[in-house]
């Protein structure tokens, strides 16, 4: 089993910036990505970004392609999403995941942490 634990969330204006963090524990040595999703109020929870574990190979929703940057750190065991130019619609309970499938990786999740962007 892995335990991922996300950080960082919180109130911001638009045009801000906000770091998640997202630490993994257990049994990491079989991920093979992590990724962040999100889901927003009456919405579906939907792919934000992927990152390879082994390569850093990363891939991205086209909602946040250059604003958002998925890294890791493997000696910490810790993934981040660094958010820039936030927008309103950027408003939701961010999740990380962490699995075997590179592009959507979804075995074990987090517990979720709220960012809300205020206009």
């Known amino acids: 089993q892995v335990q991922l634990v996300e950080s960082g969330g919180g109130l911001v204006q638009a045009g801000g910036s906000l770091r998640l963090s997202c630490a993994a524990s257990g049994r990491t040595f079989g991920i093979v990505a992590m990724g962040w999703y999100r889901q927003a109020p009456g919405k579906d929870r939907e792919f934000v970004a992927t990152?390879?574990?082994?390569?850093?190979?990363?891939h991205y929703a086209d909602s946040v392609k250059g604003r958002f940057t998925i890294s890791r750190d493997n000696a910490k065991n810790t993934g981040y999403l660094q958010m820039n130019s936030l927008k309103p619609e950027d408003t939701a309970v961010y999740y990380c995941a962490a699995g075997s499938s590179w592009l959507r990786p979804r075995d074990y999740w987090g517990q979720g942490t709220q960012v809300t962007v205020s206009s």
């Open positions: 990152i390879s574990w082994n390569t850093g190979n990363t």
